[in-house]
């Protein structure tokens, strides 16, 4: 059982480890402190989901305060172990779409948290591809194959709304299949690529960039992994959506019920281009959309 002289966070991570610091943040911001005024007990799945179970597991035993945690599939996992344990969450999915509720205004149970699924994002990928090719006609969507196909469907639509023509790949950790997937997009002679924000995609997000640029492929991340290297980066930084998971958690240490609070929809629009990258493609970006990132990698 956790120590119960201090109030104990079990955190729970289906990628990488990076943007939890904005969660840690947010917490300081509440009074919050490591080993001053809470605990944690943190495990980091590195993309390799099938540690999460045992993981949710764990926390359970311990009975910690309130799981805090980030990916839809992290959340089911916690699901299923507990009934009782607040759980907070962040997720770039839709959490009712991927089954994490039926309500926003009231989710119920003991679940709650934050979201920064945006649907129009999808298609700003593939208007930003286009900007910098004219002439794209496919393009390819990198997925992890563990988690539900909600983001990998929603960029495929956006593709095809653009009368576009897609490639969906997803691939499967902890070794991911990537070299199968970048020889399949040369076969299919895909234009660009969109890597998903999903947990296989954070680790091998340097592998990928790299990749994609030795084949000549623009290629766009999620915000948070602008420094793979991709061309663009663009959305609500998964940093920014963890820090406001803080919120939620104080008011759970509170006495607060997760399913008496709303769930809440972030939607930052931040683009960042690698000017580097484009050099290295030999495209020019336009000036309009130099003016509007909040970033420009020289």
């Known amino acids: 059982m956790a120590s119960k002289d201090l109030p104990t966070i079990g955190i729970m991570i289906a ?21 001053q005024t809470v605990k944690f007990e943190q495990r980091v799945a590195n993309g ?16 910690v305060d309130v799981i805090a945690l980030i990916g839809a599939v992290t959340a089911r996992a916690a699901q299923k172990v507990t009934t009782t ?3 907070i969450y ?11 509720t039926t309500s926003l205004e009231r989710p119920g149970g003991n679940m709650t948290g934050v979201t920064s699924f945006d649907p129009n994002q999808a298609r700003t990928h593939v208007d930003l591809l286009r900007s910098v090719c004219p002439k794209l006609s496919r393009v390819a969507v990198l997925s992890d194959k563990g988690v539900s196909e909600c983001m990998s469907n929603s960029n495929e639509h956006a593709i095809r709304d653009r009368g ?29 690529l969109i890597a998903v924000e999903e947990p296989i995609i954070g680790p091998n997000r340097m592998r990928i960039a790299q990749t994609a640029v030795a084949l000549q492929l623009p290629t766009i991340f999620p915000r948070e992994m602008a420094d793979a290297g991709g061309l663009f980066s663009y959305g609500t930084s998964l940093r920014t959506a ?3 998971m803080a919120q939620y958690v104080k008011n759970v240490l509170d006495g607060a019920k997760p399913g008496e609070m709303p769930i809440r929809t972030l939607s ?19 000036a309009d959309l130099l003016d509007r990132a909040v970033e420009v990698i020289q």
């Not at 390799?48 to 009975?63: D, R, T």
């Not at 576009?164 to 895909?190: H, T």
């Not at 930052?268 to 290295?280: I, K, M, P, Y």
């Open 15 to 35: 990628g990488t480890e990076r943007p939890i610091e904005g969660f840690k943040t947010g917490l300081k911001e509440f009074g919050l402190v490591e080993g």
């Open 242 to 244: 963890t820090r406001h």
């Open 85 to 87: 344990i607040p759980i």
């Open 90 to 100: 962040s997720v770039v999915v839709d959490p009712i779409g991927d089954g994490l």
């Open 268 to 286: 930052a629009h931040e683009l960042v281009v690698n000017l580097q990258t484009a050099a290295r493609l030999g495209l020019t970006v336009p």
């Open 164 to 192: 576009l023509s897609s490639q969906i790949l997803r691939v499967l950790g902890p070794d991911p299949d990537l070299d199968g997937a970048f020889a399949a997009m040369k076969r299919e002679q895909a234009d660009a």
């Open 48 to 63: 390799e989901l099938g540690k999460l179970p045992a993981f949710a597991a764990e926390l359970a035993h311990l009975n």
